[in-house]
């Protein structure tokens, strides 16, 4: 176990230096910027290793991944956030330990949410998942509503009972015009938030950028970045 906590506490200060100096030549206060450490395929004790190494902000993108690795975790002082395509017969499992879903897309998603953040008298924080891909059909290949449809899912998250809109997420397209140009995506999404915060002004939450392309996310204003490989490793193939 040593040698894994070594390992990770390497890999988070070789992260932690890319943020400073992104958050540096964006001229950014470091603390404007949330390392959010997606855990997915890990198990528990990788999880623990990295609240001991200060980390208070982790995502999974599957729920019968996360909800036996947030529930062996409950004791830790942890915020978790969903960040997968979320299915509504899932919701009541999320409700259960994700403080944040960074997934919504669609209006029966945002009721299903409320109506089980208001059962177990939680508050979910919303992320609306911006497609920045979305074709004809307004959802993108890997979900998310198209821009045109942002203002009124907003509405919607914002008048539910036991929601918060916190603001934006989106994953850079592989796709379409913003495919290979992660800047150019994350520089729309900043538009996009600055539309949002015009009628949610505390929807000030922008989740862009993963391994690869954080630098890119921190230049153009994110304020989370969601990184796993370059922390945890190469994941395991799942079987």
Known sequence: MTERKDELAGNLAKV??????????AGRPREEVTLIVVTKTYPASDVRILADLGVREVAENRDQDAAPKAAECADLSLTWHFVGQLQTNKVRSVVGYAGVVQSVDRARLVTALSKE?????????CLLQVALDAG?????????????GIEELAALVAESPGLRLDGLMTVAPLAGEYAGRERAAFDRLMD????????HPAANMVSAGMSADLEQAVAAGATHVRVGTAVLGVRPRLG
């Open 16 to 25: 932690e230096e890319r943020i400073a100096r992104a958050c540096e030549a």
């Open 117 to 125: 953040a208001e059962r177990t008298g939680r508050e979910v924080g």
């Open 136 to 148: 004809a059909s307004g959802r993108g290949e890997r979900g998310g509503v198209a821009p045109g």
């Open 192 to 199: 996009l938030s600055t539309d949002l915060r015009r009628a």
